[in-house]
Every structure is written in C-alpha cells, then in structure tokens.
C-alpha cells in the first residue's frame, strides 16, 4: 500500500518539525522524531540528554511517555487524517512498566495500526465512542526493552454543531 499524505508529511523531518513546533512545543523541545510511520506501524525516538534528564542520570519518564504516546497517537491520526465524518481522539487512560534506565536513543514501537483502523470503522459505522488499549514498547540502542506503556483511547465521531 502507498504511503497516505499524512504519512508523507509526518515522515518528513523538516515539516513534521514545524508542526511538532507549532503544535506539540514540549515534544519539539525533547526532540521526539519520528523514526516511521506506516499504516500497521508507528516508530518514534527519543535522546537521553541534559533536557530530558532526570536527577537519577537517566531520561526522564514524561520523556519516555510523549514518546511512547506520539507513537499511538500518530496511528491514530494517520487513519482520520482528512476524515469525513470528523473524528475525535482523546486519552482516557495511561498504564506504564519501566524495566531499566532509558539511556541513549530510546525507540518506541507500535504496532496496532490494523486494531486502530478498526476502532476508525466502528465508531463511523455506530457512532458511538470506543476505546481501546494501544501498546508502544520502548527499547534501547542494544535492542533491550526499557519500558512499555499501554495507552487507553477514546475514539468518537464528532458531533455536528450548530
């Protein structure tokens, strides 16, 4: 499958720079980047460094958790980008299990995009909210897992207006 137009913007460093920027300061300031994003997959990563430290000597776990968080969210949003009937998204719940200190490039990984796809479908098709615990599991530069966070959902069509 080709990559979406939301694909192609977030998987361009400059651009998706811009809108963390405008949209996302914190994360712009962690420097969380965007490592891949495909329909099934998103991979984001973050620097240990003086701005995400802890007092510890390790990165702090607000920094893990944004990261962790923009690569369930960025699946979310690559399946309503443009979508009609608008839907809203919105964190109702947060779990997280820290096996060692995050030190160096930590990348976090999900791969829900298919249960998120269907999560999509089914609040268009009943126009009900759904929720859904969405998985990104954190690893270091030499593959050994750091932390893993499961994220609760809410996914709801948007009520029109008037």
């Not at 973050?46 to 607000?62: D, E, H, K």
Request: glycine share 4%.
């Amino acid at each position: 499958m080709s990559a979406t137009k939301f694909q192609k913007l977030v998987n361009n460093n400059f651009l998706f720079r811009l809108y963390l920027l405008k949209s996302l300061p914190m994360a712009f300031i962690a420097r969380i980047k965007v490592k891949e994003l495909t329909n099934e997959k998103a991979i984001t990563t973050v620097t240990f460094g003086w701005l995400t430290q802890n007092p510890f000597r390790s990165m702090y776990f607000a920094c893990e958790a944004m990261a962790a968080e923009m690569s369930t969210g960025l699946l979310i949003l690559n399946s309503i980008y443009q979508s009609s009937p608008s839907v809203s998204m919105l964190i109702v719940e947060n779990k997280a299990v820290y096996f060692k200190k995050a030190l160096g490039k930590i990348t976090f990984t999900c791969y829900d995009g298919n249960h998120v796809a269907e999560m999509i479908l089914k609040t268009k098709q009943t126009g009900e909210a759904v929720t859904a615990d969405i998985k990104s599991v954190g690893t270091d530069e030499s593959g050994d897992k750091v932390a893993e966070f499961v994220f609760t959902w809410s996914i709801k069509v948007k009520s029109k207006t008037y």
